[in-house]
Every structure is written in C-alpha cells, then in structure tokens.
C-alpha cells in the first residue's frame, strides 16, 4: 500500500498547494474583469432549489426544509445555477453570469469532485456562437494570467491561444469511429437505435440488449472521440443530435441535431453550451423523458420544477454555457487532479 497523503490542512501540505490556490484567485479576479468590460451582471443563484435539474445520469444531494410549523418540504442541492439564471432572463436580465457552487453525487476522481464551482453566462438574443468566442478569450485569458503558453494535463498539451478546432458530432463519429452518425437519426430527430448498434459493434465496441441510443452514442463518445479533442489546440465539439441536447434548440438548417456544443482541451470537457430550448411544453416532454430513464437506470427521479417551466414561457432567445471552472485552473496550472486547485476539498468517503 502507498503512503497516505497528510490532509490537505497540514502546513507543509498547504504550502505546496498555496501558489496553485493563489493562482486560481487571480484567474477568478481576472474572469470577473472581463465580464464587467462586457456589461454582464453577475448574480447568485440559490443553492437549495425544489428540482436539482432533470438529466438522467445527473445523481443530487437531497435535503428539506422545516417549517415552523415543522412542516417538511423536499429540497435539492442544485447540480447547476441554470434555472435560475433562466429565470432572471425571464425577469429581464440580458447579459449575466454566476460563479457557482454546484454539487454533484456519486462523482469523485481526478476529474470530479462532489462540490465544484460553474462559471455559467447567458447572452439574451445572441447567437450561440458567441459563446464559442467568449470561451475561446476566457482560456486564452486563464493562461495569460497563470503567465503560461500551453494549458496540460496528464502529458497531454493545448495551445490556449490557438483559434479552436471546430468538429461535429457527425464529423467526429465518421473520423474516429468510422460510424454514419446522421444515417442513425430521422428528419424528426427520432434515432434508430438499432442502426446504430450495429455501427458500434463493427466499429469494435461492446453493445448489450438493453443499450439505449444514448447508451450507444455516449460508449462512441467515451472510448473512440474525446481522447482525441482537444490535443494542440483546444476542439469545439458541437450539433450533438437532438435526442442529446434536452435544453437546447434544434439546429436551423437541420433538425435532427441541436444547437450544442462542448469544449475540450488536454482531452478533458471544460464547458457545455446551449442555444436556449423556449418552448415550455417541449422542455416538459424532454424532461419527463429524462427521468423516465433516470427511474429505468436508478429507480429514481427527481421533481419537474413547474416554476422554471412557466418562466420558460416569458424567456427570450438565448445562449448559455456553462465552465467547469476548476477543471480549467488544473489544466492552467498543470495540476493532476482537481482536489490540488481546491481551497478545502470535501472529505473523502467509503468507497
């Protein structure tokens, strides 16, 4: 067995992690700069909300509120500042964004902590392809800050000054898996999962009985395309198809994929991007499926928030991302885990 780490609080401990912490305080000064020189109002979103959000795969911290009268309502940890920040577009906000304390369960590891900070920002009536440039200037900005020319992690290097890669999904699968993407997915956005199973496992990849589409799409994604992104310069993978953006908006000029996008360096996700679903009645359905899959997986599911829905209702036309902000101080500092970049990681637990 390895020798175990002194905690984190230990002087001699600290003073190693200290110039990263410091490090992570000026981008934090630095980010904050550069939203305020482009009129963005920075908010804070509530951490206690009645639905933690409504992605399958997405596990919360549950907790409730007491009453006076000792009346018990269910709360959540939320997993993300997003509906929150929707709901201040529908109350008139343009350009906002929010540092955010977040909180994710049964997620842990060189990449995941079960509290991080999101950095999201909205654009009101702005294409999202503004976000692409605004997170292009913010890693660009990391690094400069951090006085470094490359952003690393692992052996595995990105320029942060270089103008991003651009790749589709359909790209991406026909490049490193060989896979037709589109021919799996109808005019409608309805996929063929059964098309797209036999893709994978002539591509070599394991496919059960009880494989959905998404099952099968993400296994491609994992093994065959992310280890590629990102390596030299950052990639802005995005049209993810419809039935894997839940809150974004098809594509104009195609239906079949959203208007999506993530962003990668060092082979690591940093954000995640949306041009802003509006339609209240097509975000329930969406939602209602979500957690349909959540209950098959993990015989759970979490409340629909019927709030952000009906603030759905009022909400313009917009963009939003969202930045995994810690993991974009690792990869700036060339720190191995995301536990060296925070200030007081959360204890660890029983496997």
């Known amino acids: 067995m390895g020798e175990v780490p002194s905690p984190w609080w230990m002087p001699t401990r600290h003073a190693d992690r200290r110039p990263r912490l410091m490090l ?3 981008i934090v000064a630095a980010f904050r700069a550069w939203f305020s020189a482009r009129d963005f109002v ?23 509120a007491v009453g006076g009268s000792g009346a018990r309502t269910p709360l959540f940890l939320h997993t993300s500042p997003e509906f929150a920040c929707k709901k201040l577009l529908a109350a008139g906000e343009a350009r906002l964004f929010s540092l955010s304390r977040v909180f994710r369960n049964r997620e842990r590891g060189p990449l995941h902590h079960p509290e991080f900070t999101m950095l999201e920002w909205y654009r009101a009536g702005e294409p999202y392809d503004a976000l692409m440039r605004d997170a292009a200037e913010l890693i660009a900005l990391a690094a400069e800050t ?14 942060p000054f270089a103008e991003p890669e651009r790749l589709t999904l359909a790209e991406a ?21 059964e098309r797209l199973s036999a893709h994978v496992a002539a591509a070599g990849l394991r496919v059960a009985e009880d494989d959905t589409f998404a099952d099968l799409f ?19 993978l995005c049209e993810y ?25 060092c082979g690591v996700e940093l954000a995640n991007a949306f041009g802003e679903l509006t339609d209240p009645a097509e975000q329930r359905r969406r939602f209602e499926a979500e957690m349909d899959e959540k209950a098959r997986v993990y015989g759970e599911r979490y409340p629909i928030d019927d709030d952000f829905l009906a603030a759905l ?38 496997p």
């Open 313 to 350: 209702a009022h909400m313009p036309e917009a963009s939003g991302i969202a930045l995994g902000f810690d993991r974009l101080v690792m990869l700036a500092c060339g720190a191995g885990r995301i536990d060296d970049v925070l200030w007081t990681p959360v204890a660890e637990t029983a």
């Open 24 to 26: 992570r305080n000026r």
């Open 241 to 265: 198809p419809v039935s894997e953006a839940a809150l974004a908006r098809p594509a104009p000029h195609d239906p079949r994929v959203a208007e999506r996008f993530e962003l990668y360096a």
């Open 173 to 193: 699968f026909a490049r490193h898996a060989g896979i037709d993407l589109l021919a799996c997915i109808d005019g409608d956005g309805g996929t063929d999962r």
């Open 218 to 236: 993400s296994r491609v994604l994992v093994a065959r395309i992310e280890p590629h992104l990102g390596m030299d310069r950052p990639t802005i």
């Open 42 to 64: 920075e908010v804070e979103a509530a951490c206690l909300q009645v639905s933690p959000g409504n992605e399958a795969h997405l596990s919360a911290f549950a907790t409730e």
């Open 146 to 159: 951090a006085g470094t020319k490359r952003l690393s992690w692992r052996g595995r290097l990105a320029d």
